[in-house]
């Protein structure tokens, strides 16, 4: 059994969008709509950082290997950064339209983020000098990104595929079995195990380390699972969107839903933290604990 715990952090209107957890176990939120990066501390108190440009679409974020907490901008073209201090700084992409979404610390310390109108995966370094990775796939909107093994992982969400972009330069992308997945989140487990989310397909795919690619339908078809979070017992959370729930695969592929308290939520992204207890982002303003109580 689970309990749910809302946690009202904005208005309606400001979307609470991208999940991370800090450095001392704090969670930290973006309110895509409000042009804010949020912070809730072991206390429950909330704390909202505007950024110098609310209209720029703070996406999602991650805890840099910096100690600071850096966020794609996707309306901005431009990567944040938010220290410790609170200071602000954000960096430009060379494309002002890339729309840079997803974000993930790579195996070299560097800032990857996707781009999805370019079609370029961009490396960010700590001092914010941008390079870029061409991928050569017109129209596939690389989405979220994730790292492993010395290589980074990502969702192309039009070409219903996944790529891998390995520490050499080298590109591989593994097409999805089913027409139309339209993938979106993604991460990888302790194990090395890749777990995405199909949102277009109603199911949760899993690269196993051996290259074995395989999906798991959810019992609602139409939920939309958009992002995804590996867990220290080799399975899987994710939002089902549409549903208005969390779900859990574990490793042998037994599936657990949890129903959010409010209707209608609009859940998106999802953290999970050291106690393995779920932070979830819901659109209409709210942050939810997701607890296990037996």
Aim: net charge negative.
């Amino acid at each position: 059994m689970y309990e749910v715990r809302e946690l009202r952090v904005a208005g309606e209107g400001e979307g609470p969008y991208g999940v991370a957890i800090g450095q001392a176990g704090e969670v930290w939120f973006t309110l895509i709509h409000g042009g804010r990066i949020g912070r809730v501390d072991a206390r429950g108190d909330v704390t909202l950082f505007d950024l110098p440009d609310r209209a720029s679409g703070p996406a999602q974020l991650v805890l840099g290997p910096d100690g600071a907490i850096w966020f794609t901008l996707s309306r901005a073209g431009r990567v944040g950064r938010l220290d410790r201090s609170g200071a602000i700084q954000t960096f430009a992409l060379p494309d002002a339209g890339a729309a840079p979404f997803g974000i993930a610390v790579g195996p070299d310390g560097a800032l990857w983020v996707t781009e999805m109108t370019t079609q370029r995966i961009a490396r960010v370094a700590l001092d914010g000098v941008v390079t870029e990775t061409e991928l050569g796939i017109p129209g596939a909107m690389p989405s979220m990104i994730a790292a492993s093994r010395g290589a980074l992982w990502f969702t192309l969400n039009q070409a219903h595929a996944l790529g891998r972009l390995d520490a050499g330069g080298d590109l591989t992308t593994h097409e999805l079995p089913t027409p139309g997945a339209a993938p979106v989140g993604i991460d990888v487990g302790p194990d090395g195990t890749v777990w995405f989310a199909e949102i277009g397909a109603g199911k949760i795919g899993r690269m196993r380390p051996d290259g074995t690619l395989d999906e798991q339908a959810l019992p609602d078809a139409s939920a939309k699972p958009h992002a995804v979070a590996a867990d220290a017992s080799g399975g899987c959370w994710f939002t089902e969107w549409a549903g208005n729930r969390v779900g859990h695969l574990t490793h042998d592929g037994r599936y657990t839903s949890v129903e959010l308290a409010t209707a209608g939520s609009e859940p998106h992204g999802l953290a999970v933290a050291p106690d393995g207890t779920v932070w979830v982002a819901q659109e209409v303003g709210l942050v939810s604990h997701v607890v296990r109580t037996t």
